[in-house]
Structures are given as C-alpha cells and as structure tokens.
C-alpha cells in the first residue's frame, strides 16, 4: 500500500503525461493516443524519436535543417537530435536510456517545458532558432488563405507548409524587413512591402516586432501630421494588425482550452481528494487501534521481558550463591578429608605403635598369666587341703549350732507361754483404760454443760463486776500529780503530803497556820513517779464496762500544763507512752478479738475539742469546717455531735 504523498506523484506524474498527450494530440494530427494512456503507452510512441523529431521541426520549422536530413530508421539517432535541439534551447533533457526503458517523468517534463517555452516566446525563441538555421523547403498543402485558430491549433502554432510563406523571405530576410528605422516605413518601396506582405515573415516574425512596426507607423503618421499613409503601408499595417488579433484569438483559444483542462483536472483531484480523505479517515482510525492494541501488546510484552529478566536475574544470583556454597563445601570437604587423612595417618600410626605395645604387653602378661597358672594351681592344692580341713570344722560347728537351736526352741516355748501371760494382762489393762475413757467422757460431758453454762455464768459475772464498780461510785475522781518540768524549782512544791487512801494536803505559804494547809480527798492519787500503764489499771475496769453497755465518761480536768494531754494522749508513739485514750481503744479491741466467736462488737470513735464555747472536729481534714453542735438525745444519758466525723 502506497503512502498519501506517494499515491499524490503517482496523480501528479498522471496528470502531467495526460498534459503532454493533450498537447502532443493538439500539434501532431496523427498523435491518437487517449489521454489515460500509461507511461508505457507514451514510450512507445515516441521510442522511435520521430514523433518528437516531428514535434520539434512543427515548432520551429527548420530548426532540423542541417542536422537532420530526414527521419532516420535508427531510433537513437532521431532521438539525439531532438535532444540537441532542447540543449541548444537550454531545456532540461533526458536520457536515451530513460526512453528506452526509464522513468517517463523526464521525458514528459522535458516535453511540458518545451510546450510552456514556445507558449511564452509565442515563437520568438524558435524564429531565433529557426533564423541560426537554414531554411528547408517544404511541400506545398492544398488549403490556402487564413486558417480559423481552431485549425491553428489542430495543426500547430505555425504552418511552415503555408503557400504564400515564400522561403526566400524567410529566416535572416524576415528578420531584417522588421528592423527598419523610424521613418522608413512610409519610404518603403511597394515592391518591398508587398514581398513582406506574401512572405511568411509576418507569420515568423515575433509579436514585438510586429508591435513595434505598427507602432512606428503610426508615429510617423502623427509627426507628418497629415495624417496621409501611403496605401501600401495602410495595407502592410492591415496585415500586421490582422496577425496580431489572429495571434491574440489563438492566445485566447489555448486559455479557454487549458482553463477546461485545469476544471477537469480539478474535478478529478477533488474526487480524488475525497476518495483519499475517507481513505485517511479508515486508515487513523485502524490506525489507532492497532496502535492501541500494538502498545497494550508492547506494555504486556514488556512486562514480561522485564519479569523473565528479573526472575532470570535472580536464578543466576541464586546460581552464582549455591555454586559459591558449593565451591566452598568442595573446598571444606577437601581440607576436611586432608585432616581426616592426617588424623587417619596418626591414628594409624599410633594404632601400630600401640599393637607393638599390646604384643609386648600381651607377651608379658602371658607369661605373668602362666606364673599366676602354677600359682593358682599350687593355691588349689593348697586350698582344697584348707578346705577339707575347714568342711571338717564346719561340720563340728553345725553339730554345735544343732545343739544351739534345740536350746533356742526351748527358749521360744518359754517365750511364748510368758506372751500369753503379757497377752492377759494386756487385756486387763484395756479394759481398764475403757472404763477410765468413758469416765474422761462423762468429765468431759460435765465441761460441755459448763461451757454451755459459761455465757449465763459470763453475764453473772459481768454483772457482779459492774455491781462493784457501782459500789465503788460511778463518779470517781484521781488525781495526777505532774513531776517538776527541767528547769521548774522542786523545792516550791505546794504538795505537802499524800495519804494511802486519796488525801492530800496543799501547803500554801502565803497564808499562816492553819490556813496555810489544805486536805483534799479523792479516790485515789497518782504520785508523781506513777507510770501511764498504772494509772490505766484503775481506769480499765469501767472502760470494760463498756461491752456490758454501759456509758462511761472519762475527762481531764486541771490547769494549763497540769498534763492532761499527758495523760489522757501520752507523751508519744511508744506503747509505754500511751495515754488513757489509746489504752482504752487497744483494751477494747483485745477482749473483741478474744470474744469473737461469741459477741461480735462495732466500735466508733469521734475527736472533738471543746475550746472557747465551740466544738472543733479534730478527725476532719476540713479547715473551714462548719459549726458543730452537741445534741441531747431521748435515751438515757445522750449527748451526742451528729455531724462530727
Ligand atoms: N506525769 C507526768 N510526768 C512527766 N511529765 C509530765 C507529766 N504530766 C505532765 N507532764 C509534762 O508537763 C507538761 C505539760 O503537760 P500537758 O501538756 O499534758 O499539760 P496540759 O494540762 O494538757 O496543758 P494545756 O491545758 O495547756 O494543754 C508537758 O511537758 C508534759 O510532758
């Protein structure tokens, strides 16, 4: 299939031969070639050369004279001629070769270039060509006068064969009649413008010069200002003129006909135009999809190249490792089995060595086991001698332990009857420790009963106690008698004296006599060396009341530094430290843990200071606290501080 561009030189070589098979059939009458002739067609009718021979001498009538004397049989030597011809007229030619079996191009641009130069020229060129060469005569054709510029063109541009074209004036004598000066035209002798007028020099001449004859008449006539022209010249003008319209409707004519030529020719291209459009259109359109498909087929294609390749870049890096492994596994093996073989060596070496050693020390054991043979065989002897004689002392001996073991069994019989004995005793005593455990039953029955009894006999005693802690006032009041602080003069005491039984007596100096002295009476006084584990053992007993449910109140009650924080708090953390408060708590939380199986106890403790009239709840990390306020309650001795923690 054929590219655009080649399919348009394939039109354009088409069109361009029909051109000159249009011209050749308008200058040759027996050219009949149809004008879709192919190239071949074309080479054959112009092998020969004669055609163009024919061509160029219808052009320029003699340009041949000279060179050619006539259509030669041989082809070449007609063909050189009309080449000669073009090169003078400095055409491009062709190759004989080309005719013959070439490209036709060149022969049909040479051609159409010969066609457009005449046309330009409108035979001026070839009237210079055909006055360098000599005119031929040429035969004379049976219709005279004027021809119409239809014939013109069947018949070429210019009729050499006209009857009135008189040879004599032809080439160099037509030249000169049209070189005249101004102002000799009307001098003209008549001879000499009727031999212009009937020779073929006005047909030969060119169209300037037959302008330029026209003009100068009339310029001569306008200088004379008389306006009178000879006849003659009138006539000769006439005819000038006449040529140049006949030349003019020639003109004329062949603009008609190559403009039909040009509209056929552009109908044809754009039909041709059209069939190559929708032909374009078919082709994009397959075209991108075979692109299409051509670069999925490349992507695809190329995925897989670059996969194949990867893989096949790693199976030769995996190759290259294992025989890398493997080399060294050969070079392993290789070291390995020389060590071997060393060590085999050695081993070897030293197996011999100690074989040697073995038959040396086998030799000598031998020899060590034959002596020890005839040792042991003279012990044998030996021992069988000590042998019989031991079985000798044996078998006394077993006579001996006969007699033994009769005496044994006599024993065991004896054994045996005092088992029995034991055996009967053994039973007494049994039965004795029967009855005694059943008698441990009914004790321990008894101690059942009394511990069932324990809780009623527990509340009598509780209630016993409490009935003597009554006894002994359910007000009491003991007095702590603070030691001397360091520093504090122990002289200036104002205690004077305290008695077993709770007296006291107060000496104050600043009064005399009897006034001086004071007894006060308590219950009991604590002395200045008295211990915090002292003063509690009084308070215990009604702190213990408590669990029987009763209320005890104990307060402290002195001047500032007297020591009650002393003694109710204590001085500090250790246990002989503790005050009454943290004895009374421990105290109490003992006997509930003694009493657990029994009595289960809940025990809730609130810190409250009395200060200046207000209550300040000392377990609350609250600062701003709000105000307490002690309540009396409606059982017996309630008094209580709801909101205190
Ligand atoms: N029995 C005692 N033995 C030794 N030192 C004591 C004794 N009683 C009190 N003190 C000491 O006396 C000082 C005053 O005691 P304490 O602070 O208990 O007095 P207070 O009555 O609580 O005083 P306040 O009313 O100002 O709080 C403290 O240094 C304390 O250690």
Redesign the pocket.
Known sequence: MGTFGGQFEDFHADDRRAEVIDWLGGLLPEFDLPLDSSDEELREYLIDGTALCYTADKLMPGVLEGVWGGYASDHRSNVKKFLSVIAEMGLPGFSVKDLEEGSMSSIVECLLALRDNVSAGLGENMSNYAAKTPSRPVAPVSTPGRRSPGEDRRRGLWDAKSPQRSPLLSGQKANEVFQFKRGQYTDLPAAKISEMIQSNSLDNAPTQSLLRVVNGILDESIERKRGEIPHRVVYLLRNVVQEIEHRISIQAEHIRNQNSIIKTREDKYRSKIKALETLVNGTNEENEMAINRLELVKVVEKSKIDERRKIGEQDMVRLMREKENAENTVTNLQQEIQVMSRMFEEYREQMEEKTSQMEEHLTLRAKEAEFLLTQSKKRVEEVETASELQSQLWSKKANTFRSFMDNQKLSIKDIRISSQSIKQEMFALQMKWRDEISNIGLDLKGLVDAAENYHGVLAENQKLFNEVQELKGNIRVYC?V??F?PGQDGKSTAVDYIGENGEILISNPSKQGKDGYRMFKFNKIFN?HVSQAEVFSDIQPLIRSVLDGFNVCIFAY?Q????????MSG?GKSKEDWGVNYRALNDLFDISLKRRNTFSYEVEVQMVEIYNEQVRDLLSNDIAQKRLGIWSTSQPNGLVVPDAS
Do not use: A
């Open positions: 702590r603070r030691p602080l200045t002195g500032t530094g007297s020591g009650k924080t002393y003694t001085p």
